[in-house]
C-alpha cells in the first residue's frame, strides 16, 4: 500500500512564503513524475509544477518566479517552496506522484495525497 501525506500548509499574508512537503511510503519500487496541483474553491483542480525523477520541472505560467520544486529521490520527497505569495494562491494543495510498487513493478500508477490548505490574506 501507497500513502503519500503532504506538510506545511498554513495561513501566510500576501508577500509571505510557505514550504510544502510530500512524502510517499509503502510498498515502492521507483517513482517518475512528482507534482503539485491545486484546487481553488469553485475551480478546477491545476497543476502547479512538475519534477521528473531526472530533476527536470515545469511551472504553470502564473507560479514562474515565484515557486520552485525540488525533490529528495533517497527520502521519496518532493517539496514546493512558495515565495511572493499572493491571494490567489489560496487553495488546497495536493501532491501526485507516478510510482511502480514492489507487488507490480512494472506498471505505473498515478497516487494522491489529501492535501493541505494554503490561505493568503491581502
Known amino acids: 500500500q501507497v500513502q503519500l501525506v503532504e506538510s506545511g500548509g498554513g495561513s501566510v499574508q500576501a508577500g509571505g512564503s510557505l514550504r510544502l512537503s510530500c512524502s510517499a511510503s509503502?510498498?515502492?519500487?521507483?517513482?517518475?513524475?512528482m507534482a503539485w496541483y491545486r484546487q481553488a474553491p469553485g475551480k478546477q483542480r491545476d497543476v502547479v509544477a512538475t519534477?521528473?525523477?531526472?530533476?527536470?520541472?515545469y511551472y504553470a505560467d502564473s507560479v514562474k518566479g515565484r515557486f520552485t520544486i525540488s525533490r529528495d529521490n533517497n527520502k521519496n520527497t518532493v517539496y514546493l517552496q512558495m515565495n511572493n505569495l499572493k491571494a490567489e494562491d489560496t487553495a488546497v494543495y495536493s501532491c501526485?506522484?507516478?510510482?511502480?510498487?514492489?507487488?507490480?513493478?512494472?506498471?505505473?500508477?498515478?497516487?494522491w495525497g489529501r492535501g493541505t490548505q494554503v490561505t493568503v490574506s491581502s
Open positions: 501526485n506522484a507516478k510510482l511502480a510498487t514492489t507487488i507490480l513493478p512494472s506498471v505505473t500508477l498515478t497516487y
Open positions: 509503502g510498498n515502492i519500487a521507483s517513482i517518475n513524475t
Open positions: 519534477i521528473t525523477s531526472g530533476g527536470g520541472t
